[in-house]
Every structure is written in structure tokens, then in C-alpha cells.
């Protein structure tokens, strides 16, 4: 199957943007990985990052044209903001889980809420970089389901 994963404002800067609470892993690094592991079990992993919200839209559009069957989407400073996201995923209807490296709840109130947790398969927070690899094993199952 087809999987994107969308990566929202400034995390390309990950690996050198406040390591004590994003970590040291670098975007690419996030992205190898996960491309490699959606290999093995025979899926192809699109990633994009974009720091305009605008670009984001338009891919989460592009992405039902392409047939993309799942969505794993960090929407950064986004996900406190961007209703207009929220309604590209909604008007998709793909499928989508929701991740974020830091735990949001533990952060500033500005983070608690989320505009996609609602819409969302599911939500995982405060893992680092590793919530993007159980993000995508979730992903993974539920494709393979027959
Ligand atoms: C983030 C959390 C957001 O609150 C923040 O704006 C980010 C990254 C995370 O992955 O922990 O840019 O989504």
C-alpha cells in the first residue's frame, strides 16, 4: 500500500531545534527509517515536510488523487492552529495517525488541544522519534488486514 507521512513546520530543523525536547534524530534520519521499514513489508513511504500550511493542503488533496491508503502526520505548531488542515483530512477521508515527539499535555496549555486528535485512527505523543515507527507498524497492520 501507499503510505505519506506530512511533516508540519520546523521539523526541519529536528536534530539541532531544542534537542532536550525533540531529540537529536534528524528528519532524514526519521524518514530513512521509515521508508525502510515500509520496504521490508512490501508498502511504499512518501514523506514531504513543509513549513507553509498552504503546502500541506495541497498535498493531503494530491495524496486522494495518487491513492494514497494512509496518512501518518505530525502537524507541529499546525495542530493548535490550522482548522483548514483539519478540513483537508476530513475532506479526504484517509486515513491518518497523529504524532508528535513531544508529550503536548505535559507542554504549555496552548498544546493541549489538538484540531485533528478527533478525526485521527489514533494519537501517540512524547515517544520521540520512535512514535513514528509504532505510528507506522499500526498503519502497517491495519493495511494488511484482508
Ligand atoms: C510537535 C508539538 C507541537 O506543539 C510543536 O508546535 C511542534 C512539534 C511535536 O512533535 O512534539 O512543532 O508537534
Do not use: K, W
Amino acid at each position: 500500500a501507499s503510505i505519506l507521512v506530512l511533516h508540519g513546520p520546523n521539523l526541519n530543523l529536528l536534530g539541532t531545534r531544542e534537542p532536550e525536547i525533540y531529540g537529536s534524530t534528524t528528519l532524514s534520519d526519521i524518514n530513512s527509517q521509515l521508508e525502510e521499514m515500509a520496504r521490508e513489508r512490501g508498502h511504499h513511504l512518501l514523506a514531504m515536510q513543509s513549513n507553509a500550511e498552504y503546502e500541506l493542503i495541497e498535498r493531503v488533496q494530491e495524496a486522494r488523487h495518487e491513492g494514497v491508503n494512509f496518512i501518518l502526520l505530525n502537524p507541529a505548531a499546525f495542530t493548535h492552529t490550522s482548522v483548514a488542515l483539519r478540513d483537508a483530512l476530513a475532506a479526504v477521508a484517509i486515513p491518518f495517525i497523529e504524532v508528535h515527539l513531544s508529550n503536548v499535555h505535559a507542554r504549555e496549555s496552548f498544546r493541549h488541544h489538538s484540531y485533528f486528535s478527533d478525526l485521527a485512527r489514533g494519537v501517540i505523543c512524547g515517544l520521540g522519534a520512535g512514535g513514528y515507527e509504532y505510528a507506522l507498524l499500526a498503519a502497517m497492520r491495519e493495511l494488511e488486514q484482508p
